[in-house]
């Protein structure tokens, strides 16, 4: 069984400041790592992915997470935040196997203040 | 490349009325997902398909959901009937397959139906 557990619900960041989204994930076999973002009325879009090559697997918008197997964690993170990365963040892993079921955390939800 | 299309975008009806969502995938995706997202969760499995196939149902309410996905290509999520708790946003997902190359773990969504059951 695999599972995810995102860390706040909600987060609020200065435009300009780091942006830091936690993730811990549990699952019985190597795992696949995602990010998705969600604009509001969108469906999900990728933002990044970790497929055990690369630990530190760097995305689309300036984000970047870092696989950490000892503290079964895969964090979120950009240097700057943007007013247009407001959204809902969603952490997901797969059992790394062609076509497995994704299973989603609750989510977190990124306002940025001007 | 046309994204995953799904429709209508949104649909109003009152508990034990039935409803259908419909789903076109990328063109060549052999994997199609549907995935229920209530509000302030992440969204769920309900059902997956390879090409016709199903391949994973084990979190769908059969006794009041069914999907189909007759020639391998678009899928159709009915509810019927509906219950005030199925208000969500029904997510379509596609996937390639490693014979039509590029990566196969990356799921791609439609915009989603939100459902309101009143």
């Known amino acids: 069984a695999q599972s995810v557990t995102q860390l706040g619900s909600h987060v609020s960041v200065s435009e300009g400041a780091l942006v830091l989204l936690r993730c811990n994930y549990s699952?019985?076999?190597?795992?696949?790592l995602f990010w998705y973002v969600q604009y509001p009325n969108q469906g999900l879009q990728l933002l990044l992915k970790?497929?055990?090559?690369?630990?530190l697997v760097k995305g689309i918008n300036g984000f970047e997470a870092e696989f950490k197997k000892s503290e079964t964690s895969f964090h979120l993170t950009k240097p700057s935040a943007h007013m247009s990365d407001a959204a809902e963040y969603f952490c997901?892993?797969?059992?790394?196997?062609?076509?497995?079921?994704?299973?989603f955390g609750e989510g977190t939800q990124l306002t940025v203040n001007p | 490349e046309a994204g995953v299309a799904q429709s209508p975008r949104y649909k109003i009806i009152e508990k034990r009325q039935s409803v259908a969502f419909w789903c076109n995938p990328i063109s060549g995706h052999a994997t199609l997902y549907w995935y229920q997202q209530i509000l302030g969760q992440g969204p769920k499995l309900l059902i997956q398909?390879?090409?016709?196939?199903?391949?994973?149902d084990s979190q769908l309410p059969k006794d009041r959901f069914s999907a189909e996905r007759l020639k391998g290509v678009d899928s159709t999520l009915k509810i019927q009937p509906a219950k005030l708790e199925d208000s969500a946003v029904y997510l379509c997902?596609?996937?390639?397959?490693?014979?039509?190359?590029?990566?196969?773990?990356?799921?791609?969504f439609g915009p989603g139906t939100r459902l309101t059951v009143l």
């Open positions: 997902a596609s996937s390639p397959t490693r014979l039509a190359g590029g990566s196969t773990d990356t799921q791609y």
């Open positions: 997901a892993v797969s059992e790394g196997v062609s076509g497995s079921r994704l299973t």
């Open positions: 970790y497929t055990s090559a690369a630990t």
């Open positions: 398909f390879q090409n016709n196939g199903v391949v994973d």
């Open positions: 699952s019985s076999v190597p795992p696949y």
